[in-house]
T-cell receptor, first 115, second 112 residues
Framework: GAGVSQSPSNKVTEKGKDVELRCDPI?????LYWYRQSLGQGLEFLIY????????KSGLPSDRFSAERTGGSVSTLTIQRTQQEDSAVYLC?????????????FGPGTRLTVT | QKEVEQNSGPLSVPEGAIASLNCTYS??????FFWYRQYSGKSPELIMF????GDKEDGRFTAQLNKASQYVSLLIRDSQPSDSATYLC????????????FGGGTRVLVKP
């Protein structure tokens, strides 16, 4: 079946502009995660959505970052007033549920470059 | 001390040999363990997961978990050049834990 999809695949933006990144999880997966991967920082957790529960925002690096998930499916990660240190690959993952025995599957990622 | 540690490599193995990758973690509450393979420029691909102490085999891959010693390992038998990639160890803490904490990855090079 279809995997996790993300758009755009690449995004170049000027410092100070806002960007929106989109994630469409695997059909039937109730849990959705955002991570980012940058050189020197490895892969780090940003935010987690599970069903109608309040999201776990503990990984968001600043209040310029926000995310929403509409209708329990598609999610949008928004970065306001982008900075050069925001340049990274933003990865979305989904799983069947939020339990410890539910494996996470990653989308292809969005490569964000802030100039 | 990092929460999840891996040797960055590169781990160079000849084709047909066994590649052995290790990962240690600091949180004794960790309950689920995952190995992802990541090719350059691509996203991580799940190849193994293990939840109980002992060994788990899937094809050419074997994951080994030792919670008492807080390590998890991955063996790749009959290594192929297509196995050349970075292997990421990921750990989830707690029964209802959600986020994965990743190690920095081990780069593996399989030489023909």
């Amino acid at each position: 079946g279809a995997g996790v999809s993300q758009s755009p695949s690449n995004k170049v933006t000027e410092k100070g502009k806002d960007v929106e990144l989109r994630c469409d999880p695997i059909s039937g997966h109730t849990a959705l995660y955002w991570y980012r991967q940058s050189l020197g920082q490895g892969l780090e957790f940003l935010i987690y959505f599970q069903g109608n529960s309040a999201p776990d925002k503990s990984g968001l690096p600043s209040d310029r970052f926000s995310a929403e998930r509409t209708g329990g499916s598609v999610s949008t990660l928004t970065i306001q007033r982008t900075q050069q240190e925001d340049s990274a690959v933003y990865l979305c993952a989904s799983s069947r549920g939020g339990g410890a025995d539910h494996e996470q599957y990653f989308g292809p990622g969005t490569r964000l470059t802030v100039t | 001390q990092k929460e999840v540690e891996q040797n960055s490599g590169p781990l160079s193995v000849p084709e047909g040999a066994i590649a052995s990758l290790n990962c240690t973690y600091s949180d004794r509450g960790s309950q689920s363990f995952f190995w992802y393979r990541q090719y350059s420029g691509k996203s991580p691909e799940l190849i193994m997961f293990i939840y109980s102490n002992g060994d788990k085999e899937d094809g050419r891959f074997t994951a080994q978990l030792n919670k008492a010693s807080q390590y998890v390992s991955l063996l790749i038998r009959d290594s192929q050049p297509s196995d050349s990639a970075t292997y990421l160890c990921a750990v989830r803490v707690g029964a209802a834990g959600n986020k994965l904490t990743f190690g920095g990855g081990t780069r593996v090079l399989v030489k023909p």
